[in-house]
């Protein structure tokens, strides 16, 4: 029982586990909640096939009480689902306790901590969304502490909309396909929709001058095709309902179906997200895009989403969820007792940079609060039951630009932590927990864009052939283990006749995101590995059912170049 977690519970991992399973379909991570109890809730956070789960909740007296679970896909279901129309998955695993010396101790030998069972957790996940009634942003649960057993449905907590980090130009990819439903025997065709002579598709999206987003491309000479609606944002994931209409340019555009784009997740590289068109034969696909350099920049850069702990204190921990401008922040610690109690801090913004260093390193800072409210086997109260008091700040202090070439420059998977509770003064630095890979969910194949950023004057822009396909070309990305390196990971693409470009490099996980650090070389095919060109590294990486998207750091010589690189993933 070593460990615990790292932070809280190696424990909980090295507990046998059956036979690994495929990865989880979509991506649970963020805050949940039920509104009928808004002081109680739920944080989940997914890498590949696991999901770390932190329940908090209140004990008998009022006072704030949290326990963890790892939660794995149920190989056998334990809770039957009848006429499930929705394809509900079961995640379950046991839920633990732990006691750990107070928040103002010293580091203390790690095993010191505590860990009991408690109970178990089980969450259940709609996922053929599209049909009518099946929410992906709402499941139900299902635990037990003590005996006490509880059962009620959450939603993703949603306090922030990255509506407008969405707007900018980016070579994008779309990919297409009639839905698994029977069709009538002549199918509106697809072509139409994408650029002509499978040229490079340039996506645009902007506001469309009421509360929506229109995102737009060329389709061929002074032609192009549009999806415009609202935009909403739910949890992590936003989400644009509405029409898409295509024709010549310069002239109101025939309306040819309702369109809607989901799991929409967007960061500094770009955005990747899931389609569907609602023509006679349904047309559903994924979309995605690399982001060319703007003149706006994020309000928080990079994303802090996940878990994080302090080796020193193991069974100590701190949850960040980020949306746009404000990332939600749960430290669970313990009291003086070594009983566990949790603190938030709901808005921890940024409030500047601190240096302009090599990293120019970023502070986000709010108030931290405690909370009371009726023990997690109550029935639902008045919101006005909730009591909640400002105990001190709490400050969160991590770099901010692109890691370079090289594993560790500038590295986004350290912060320096400083919080007080009742006037006592901790400050730790923690880093991201990671404990799964998405590296196997990067194979596959994508249809993609990559951008590299204006270089320095003396520098060559490598925004052309040989590095990408020529005349525009559609990028085609293909990703796989690499066969010199088993811990490797090659994404090539062709740039003309019988030309290529590839990245091979060893791949890391650092909490949600992933990186790739190695060689970017490119030439012919079939004359042994292409020269090197020099290395890179992919940083920021994000994976899901959708697509991937990263930051690039490439070095040509003394030339260094950043960017963006984003795939849309073939079925």
Not at 4 to 25: D, H, K, N, T, V
Not at 161 to 190: E, F, H, K, T
Not at 300 to 324: C, E, K, Y
Not at 387 to 399: N, Y
Request: aromatic share 8%; charged share 10%.
């Amino acid at each position: 029982m070593r460990y615990a977690l790292r932070f809280l519970a190696s424990c909980i991992f090295c507990l046998p586990l059956l036979a690994r399973p495929a990865a989880l379909p979509g991506d649970l991570t963020g805050i949940w909640f039920d509104s009928h109890h808004p002081g109680w809730g739920l944080g989940l956070l997914q890498q590949n096939d696991t999901i770390f789960a932190t329940l908090f909740t209140y004990d008998s007296s009022g006072a704030p009480s949290w326990n963890v679970a790892t939660l794995k896909l149920a190989l056998v279901p334990s809770i039957p689902i009848a006429h499930d129309l929705c394809a509900t998955i079961e995640l379950s695993g046991p839920l633990y306790g732990t006691q750990w010396p107070s928040f103002g101790s010293v580091a203390n030998p790690q095993g010191s901590v505590q860990v009991q069972a408690v109970g178990t957790m089980v969450v259940l996940v709609p996922t053929a969304l599209l049909n009518s009634g099946c929410d992906g942003n709402t499941v139900n649960i299902q635990y037990s502490i003590g005996g006490a057993q509880v059962a009620t449905a959450v939603t993703r907590e949603t306090w922030s909309s990255n509506q407008a980090r969405l707007y900018g130009q980016y070579p994008a990819g779309l990919v297409l396909n009639y839905a698994p439903l029977p069709c009538p025997s002549n199918p509106p065709s697809i072509d139409g929709f994408l650029p002509a002579g499978g040229r490079q598709l340039s996506m645009n999206i902007a506001a469309d001058g009421t509360a929506g987003v229109r995102l737009f491309w060329g389709t061929g000479i002074d032609t192009l095709c549009q999806i415009g609606g609202t935009y909403s944002q739910t949890g992590q994931l936003g989400a644009i309902s509405g029409a898409m209409s295509c024709g010549p340019v310069g002239i109101p555009l025939d309306p040819l179906a309702s369109a809607k784009v989901s799991n929409l997740r967007v960061s500094d590289a770009g955005f990747v997200g899931d389609i569907a068109i609602g023509t006679s034969c349904p047309i559903v696909g994924t979309i995605s895009g690399a982001r060319r350099p703007s003149q706006s920049s994020p309000v928080i850069p990079g994303d802090v989403t996940g878990l994080w702990f302090d080796a020193n204190h193991p069974g100590w921990g701190m949850s960040l969820a980020q949306q746009n401008d404000a990332a939600f922040a749960t430290l669970f610690i313990y009291d003086a007792s070594g009983v566990p109690g949790w603190y938030v801090a709901s808005r921890l913004e940024n409030i500047g940079i601190l240096d302009f260093g090599p990293c120019a390193t970023m502070s986000l800072t709010g108030p931290l609060y405690r909370t009371q409210w009726p023990s997690f086997g109550s029935p639902a109260n008045p919101q006005g039951s909730m009591q909640f008091q400002s105990v001190g700040t709490m400050t969160v202090r991590v770099a901010t630009i692109p890691q370079g070439t090289t594993a560790g420059a500038c590295d986004r998977n350290s912060a320096a932590v400083q919080y007080s509770i009742d006037g006592v003064q901790s400050a730790v630095t923690v880093t991201r927990q990671t404990w799964s890979s998405n590296q196997a969910r990067l194979y596959g194949q994508f249809a993609g864009g990559l951008v590299f950023f204006p270089p320095a004057s003396s520098c060559p822009d490598l925004n052309d052939y040989p590095t990408l396909p020529p005349v525009n070309q559609q990028m085609t990305i293909g990703g796989s283990a690499d066969s010199s390196n088993p811990s490797g990971v090659l994404l090539g693409w062709s740039t003309g006749i019988d030309t290529v470009c590839q990245i091979t490099g060893a791949y890391s996980q650092g909490g949600q995101l992933g990186a790739l650090t190695g060689t970017f070389a490119c030439g012919p095919i079939n004359f042994g590995p292409p020269p090197s060109m020099g290395p890179i590294r992919l940083s920021s990486l994000s994976v899901s059912d959708s697509g991937f998207a990263a930051d690039v750091a490439l070095d040509v010589g003394s030339c260094h170049y950043l960017g963006a690189i984003a795939g849309a993933r073939h079925p």
